[in-house]
């Protein structure tokens, strides 16, 4: 079954990368968009065409909208995919490529625009009976307004703002006497980054759990979720490492949680895949916001449910029926995904691209990695740090953890710091081993005192593995010749 005959990618990477693969599988030939620094990237080698949509920054390329529908069109393709991040979850952009006559692979743009603003969706969702949890139902409107508020909901809360996501402009607010200042900050961030000023309070939980719950639906409305994934662990509100299932999960709040999620997207008229993001405290959850696109972690949930998410939105936006019900979906296994990123766990994660002079990744049972990197290839400062997405699956959560343990062992990456020494420290702490994990977990002193010597062995490690990597005339001539051959056969 052959949904479209040609698809855009709207991306790069090793997202654009994820998303062709299905396309190949499918019998859908690909069409690549980059900038100038990418115009050697592995994406742009892969896909069957490419063409350059400008200059290195995202502006005048990833984010050009026009640009990039007058390339679909040109190029013969019916169908854009976004990805993540860049116009993934721009209303204007799905409503750009439906006036041209083209397909949106993801929910309708009036649904991402209606899901984008982080009060309306709340309020929406607070109506249907979801549980959110308290702050201003508007957005701020005076400082009087917001001291009231939180004086009624209790200390700490948090700015937000409304169209925002990353962490960008969130600011915890521990007295009265640090509000005002954090309401004139974010209104300002809020305005220079995403080009609404709103922000709103809410109440801030100290140590809460990030879970999310997967769902497909399709234009009649069937909805099915894919169960749930653990998210806590992050740095600056962006996260790190996931896991599927939740650890702390039990069948009731599974099954409550499902239902949430269920319910927010038919409150939505939600079409294709998409997240729902909740918080957990203390028994209780609540509504956080949903991500209308395809997640980075979109890995885990199908390493436990065998479930290919970017085939199922390649279908549903082609119109056909989800082909599925809900008893037919299962778990089986534990899954967990390690972001790995060009930057310094030791320097506050400040990235550092840079040359990869030496590279290795990891295979063996119950390995996937998703990258768009090699050995000789430099990663640019324009754009996302990440090298890869390095997942593991086993039986159970323990073999998983063995599995990820064994594969970063593995993985060499010489030329750029990387996390991998956290996410080896993080693999070997006591407390994540037993699933104690929130949203604070790296702030916490026993990751810190461990990082450092994770951080010497790392580097030790790699260096005694990269031996095998030097080139010699022979490898050197193999890798050329492979160049060449791909250079020839994937355009």
Known sequence: MKYFDKILIANRGEIAIRIMRACRELGIETVAIYSEPDRNALHVRYADEAFCVGEAHPSKSYLNKERICNVAKKSGAEAIHPGYGFLAENAGFAKLVEEEG??????????????????????????AGVPVLPGTPEGVTSIDEARRVAAEIGYPVIVKASAGGGG???HIVKNEDQLEEAIEKG??????????PT????????????????ILADGTGHTVHLYDRECSIQ???????????????????????????????????????????????????YFMEV???????????????GIDVVKQQIAIA?????????????IRGHAIECRINAEDP????AADPGKIVRYRSPGGPGIRVDSGVHMGYTIPAHYDSMIAKLCAWGMNREEAIQRMRRAIYEYVIIGVKTTLPLHYAIMQNPYFIAGETHTHFLQEGHIAASLRRYLHEEEARMQTLATSLRQGKQVAAITAAVDVYIRKNTR
């Open 318 to 330: 082609a119109g056909y029926d989800l082909a599925m019900d809900q008893e037919d979906i299962s």
């Open 102 to 127: 083209l397909t949106f692979i993801g929910p309708s743009w009036k649904t991402i625009e209606m899901l984008g603003s982080k009060i309306e969706s709340k309020r929406a969702m607070r109506e």
């Open 199 to 214: 922000i709103f309070v809410e109440k801030y939980l100290t140590k809460p759990r990030h879970l999310e719950i997967q």
């Open 168 to 170: 960008i402009g969130m």
């Open 235 to 285: 740095r600056r509100h962006q996260k790190l490492l996931e896991e599927a299932p939740s650890p702390i999960m039990t069948p009731e709040l599974r099954e409550r949680m499902a239902e949430s999620a269920i319910t927010v997207a038919k409150t939505a008229n939600y079409k294709n895949a998409g997240t729902v993001e909740f918080l957990y405290s203390n028994g209780d959850y």
């Open 291 to 305: 991500n209308t696109r395809l997640q980075v972690e979109h890995t885990v949930t199908e390493f436990i449910t």
């Open 187 to 196: 209104k300002r961030i809020a305005e220079s980054a995403f080009g609404d």
């Open 346 to 349: 030791l320097n506050n994660f």
